[in-house]
Every structure is written in C-alpha cells, then in structure tokens.
C-alpha cells in the first residue's frame, strides 16, 4: 500500500453491504490494479488486525486539474467491502459547509520532517482550525485563488500541519468526514494553512454513484433519507477518542500530512503543489 492513498470506505447496499467505495484525492490516482486499500492498522507493519481490499475502479471529478488542485476529488469502488470491526469503523459525510474556527481532526502517514522524504511507520495526526474563505484568500493570494470546493485549516503560527504523504487523508470535524488533504506551500509555515477538498461541496458528485448509499449528518441530525453514505476511513483514527490514542503532530521540524510530492513542498515559484 501506497501510504499516500489514504481515503475513506463507502459500504453500500439495500439492508446488507454489498458494495465497496473509497473516497480520495484526484491528484493520488493511479491504476486500480496498483492500489492496494487497508483498514484497521495503527503501524504500517501491524498484520494482526489488518484488512486489504483491491480496487475495481476508480471516478475521478471530470473537471479535476493538477496543475491548480480544482476539484481534487476521485471515488474509488473497493472489489471486496471491508468487515467493520472495532478497529474499522464508519463515519458519515458532512451535511453542511464546514464553519471557521471548527477544530479538526487530520491524520496520515505523511513526512514527519519536511526535508527528509521518509514516511512515518506509525498514524499521525493533528488538530487543526478551520479558516474563513475571505482568510483563506488574502494568506494564499501568491499561491491559489481557493475557488469553491476548496478550504484551508491551519495556525497563523504555523508549527502543526499536512505535509508530504498526506494526500487524500480525511480531515474530521464533529465526527463527520469534512475535508480532504490536498495541498499547500511547505509544511507547517505560519501563514501557510493547508489547502483541502471541501467534502461538503461535493457532495452531489459524490452521490451520483447509483451502487452507493451514503449517510449524511448535520450538525444536529441526519439528513440522508433513502441514501445513506456510510464512510470508512483506513488512513485515520476516526474519532476523537481514537484520535487521542494516536502520537500527536505538532513542531515544525515535525509537521504534519499531505500527499504524494506535494502540497507540504516549497517550490520557490509559488502555486499550490500535491501533498
């Protein structure tokens, strides 16, 4: 398994699960055949509990681009649905846009230090809060204009952060699934917040998968009537109980998620680059 393939499970189907998606960032898709999706590890040696499920295929937003991160966003369908167990478990889809200040919840495997292109053998994560767009805008001016589908989290002071890896991780906020690692500049900058899929967003594309069933959770309640998404993520600890029982993301020399050879990597000619 690629440790940067992080993504979320979708277990469909009418009264039984029968059906096995995954949720995750365009810019970390590469063939099915190569993709190896697992579940219920803490280590990315741990074989006791562990899960590997193939991928039949893969969706990717029709109107993704690399070169700007717009709509990074792929559904990838599972061969085989994971078995739910007390180490793999579901978590529902954000019903409303994700409101500044929100402290989040954002885990992967990703660089723990920026110059050192190693990934991390242990799940990490961080928290961290939810900019405004307006924000979002005036600290990202030289690198994305943030068009809509895409949010940025993050401390003015920098020190905590995605980095390198982290693509396609999930970003939780209230115990639903809110954000998807993307990009940024460098990792862990103060100033920089990293740059994420808003899930809400797209939510409509997301639904439009006939074979799914989603459930969908507001704030206050559930809103998915006949289609309920349920999502499953194997990159992170899924709620803030398991969260806590995770080594914890916070100096610069150790920041934190993003993708595949990105997002977390200062260029020196600005733009937004993959995690």
């Known amino acids: 398994m690629a440790p940067d393939l992080s993504s979320y ?14 949720i995750s960032w365009s810019g970390n898709v590469i063939p099915p055949w190569t993709i190896i999706v697992v579940g219920g590890i803490r280590k990315l040696n741990e074989t006791l509990k562990r899960q590997e ?3 039949e295929n893969i969706r990717i937003h ?38 500044p ?4 919840q954002v885990a992967g495997w990703g660089y723990t230090i920026v110059e050192v292109p190693i990934v991390s053998s242990d799940l990490m994560y961080v928290d961290l809060p939810i900019r405004s767009k307006k924000e979002c805008r005036k600290l990202l001016k030289n690198i994305t204009d943030l068009p809509p589908g895409m949010m940025c989290a993050g ?21 639903t699934l809110t954000g998807i690692v993307s990009g940024g500049q460098g990792c862990a900058e103060p100033l920089l917040p990293g740059v994420y899929a808003d899930v809400f967003h797209y939510l409509n594309w997301i639904l439009n998968d006939a074979d799914v069933i989603i459930v969908v959770r507001n704030n206050t309640k559930n809103c998915g009537a006949s289609r309920m998404i349920i999502i499953l993520s194997f990159l992170i600890c899924l709620f803030a109980s398991v969260f806590r029982e995770c080594p914890v993301r916070e100096d610069v020399s150790t920041p934190t998620l993003r993708g595949g050879g990105g997002l977390g990597e200062a260029s020196g000619t600005g733009g937004a680059t993959l995690r």
Do not use: H
């Open 53 to 55: 499920k193939g991928v």
């Open 155 to 175: 401390y003015l002071e920098g020190g905590r952060d995605a980095c390198q890896g982290d693509s396609g991780g999930g970003m939780v906020c209230n115990g």
């Open 9 to 22: 499970v979708v277990k469909g189907g009418k009264g039984r699960v029968e059906e096995g998606t995954t």
């Open 101 to 104: 200040n929100t402290i989040c």
């Open 62 to 99: 029709p109107k993704f681009n690399l070169e700007n991160l717009y709509n990074d966003v792929a559904v990838l369908k599972l061969s085989t649905p994971f078995t739910f167990t007390p180490e793999v478990r579901s978590i529902p889809l954000s019903g409303s846009p994700p409101k």
